[in-house]
């Protein structure tokens, strides 16, 4: 209990008192609640003392019959409730135990959550205030803003709901509803894992065709950066253009390599991916395109940390981007869309294709979050359309065999079973890999092998 002022007149000891403090001429209500075990201190408005007790037991009794219906007890603005999540957000995301989405949060409170709601009681806030903030934040951004973007600051305003629920600010009941009115995202055209074998075949070929040796270089490397892409599930762009041989390292486990790539920038700042395993072909391939390396087997090569940029042409030149050449390639196979819609591929369609392949195989989007450098809550928003595909069996009415582990059933998907038709497609390369890359086909061979369960 705090200490009692000079002057304190006692209504219910503990519970109730009135406080006239030093250069105030008005009584202070203090009164304990029984649901937040706090204090909640009101000004009686008034100098004289009966007065000023009538109030108070009438106060007490008004917020006893508030916390029988569930009712706040308390009372905040919603920028000193906002603030104070921000404060956990970034606490959090200086210790390292945020997730990469925590900076979106922050970013919303401090652009549109604060600037427009700010001035709220946080039990307040009404439909009409609902409603108004929409407009509002179309203001702010001079535009209207996508599905995914509203998306995030929902996230991020039931954290701050939540928190004053938990805090006794507001009650569960009256938390307020948001609609989600956002755009939705610009929809990007999808492979299937048999047209993007077609596409890359069709580039292979089209890599030949030009009269122009230039020309043939940036076609015969965007066919390696497709693949790339598509094994990776790397952002291209920003992520792959500053990408050097000393950023890959093969790293020994129990049972095999495993390439890992260190992508020096992005949208997400710098991060660690896992590739595929059939990426070894790709990087054989990018390996011999630079004529320095040609004497270098593939492990010398990312062992030397060398400082040479991964993605050049023959003559050593890069490519400073690969958009308009992908663009005209996708125009001249026929491929711009897939003639089911209008949605039309480019250079991300790579990307949507490898997080398909992905989730289609059972990883959860927990497990892709890091790879992906993208939140779980954000791919769960934009991949949930698959999860009938995953079940499809299932749902048509067959049965799983008993014998098939889920495990088993994972490795032996035909889009992994396949994966080597993809890469045999851009690179020519074929398994057998021992004229390749002896140890990467046996660690390949062992790793398949391996997840076939024993009878």
Request: hydrophobic content about 40%; charged content about 30%.
């Amino acid at each position: 209990m705090l200490p009692k002022a000079h002057n304190t007149v006692v209504l219910k000891e503990g519970v109730l008192h009135l406080v006239l403090r030093d250069g105030t001429a008005n009584w202070q209500i203090n009164y304990k609640s029984e649901s937040t075990k706090k204090w909640i201190r009101k000004s009686s408005g008034t100098a004289d003392i009966k007065e000023a007790k009538l109030l108070a037991e009438d106060f007490a009794a008004d917020v006893r019959s508030a916390e029988r219906r569930g009712m706040p007890v308390l009372t905040k603005k919603f920028k000193a409730i906002a603030e104070l999540v921000r404060k956990d957000l970034e606490q959090k995301i200086a210790d390292g135990k945020a997730k990469r989405i925590y900076k979106d949060y922050v970013q919303a409170i401090d652009k549109y959550l604060i600037p427009i709601l700010g001035s709220y009681n946080i039990d307040g806030i009404t439909p009409q205030v609902v409603f108004e903030f929409e407009a509002k934040r179309i203001q702010i951004a001079g535009r209207k803003l996508k599905h995914s973007t509203h998306h995030t600051h929902e996230l991020a305003l039931n954290r701050i709901f939540e928190f004053a629920v938990e805090k006794g600010y507001l009650s569960k009941k009256d938390k307020p509803k948001f609609k989600n009115t956002g755009e939705s995202g610009e929809a990007r055209g999808f492979f299937t894992h048999e047209e993007l074998i077609s596409f890359v075949e069709f580039l292979t070929k089209w890599s030949k065709e030009s009269f122009y040796e230039k020309t043939r270089a940036l076609r015969e490397l965007l066919v390696l950066y497709v693949l790339f892409v598509a094994n990776t599930g790397a952002r291209p762009g920003t992520e792959l253009r500053e990408l050097k041989w000393r950023h890959i390292e093969f790293v020994k486990t129990n049972n095999m390599r495993v390439i890992h790539i260190h992508l020096p920038q992005g949208k997400v700042g710098a991060r660690t991916l896992i590739a595929r395993n059939e990426l070894w072909p790709v990087l054989e391939r990018l390996r011999e395109l630079q004529s320095e390396f040609r004497d270098l087997t593939l492990d010398q090569l990312v062992e030397s940390k060398n400082d040479a940029y991964v993605f050049r042409m023959r003559d050593g030149d890069r490519p400073y981007s690969f958009v308009s050449v992908f663009a005209k390639g996708i125009r001249k196979a026929k491929m711009l869309t897939n003639g089911r819609d209008k949605h039309q591929r480019s250079l991300y369609s790579l990307r949507h294709y490898y997080a398909t392949q992905r989730i289609l195989e059972g990883y959860t989007y927990e497990e892709l979050e890091s790879q992906m450098g993208t939140s779980a809550e954000m791919m769960r928003d934009h991949y949930n359309h698959l999860k009938p595909l995953m079940i499809a069996e299932k749902l048509a009415g067959g049965v799983v065999q008993p014998d098939l582990d889920a495990e088993y059933i994972k490795y032996m998907d035909p889009s992994r079973a396949n994966m080597m038709s993809l890469i045999a497609a851009g690179t020519g390369i074929y398994l057998p890999l021992p004229e390749q890359n002896i140890d990467a086909m046996r660690e390949l061979e062992e790793e398949l092998l391996s997840n076939i369960p024993k009878k």
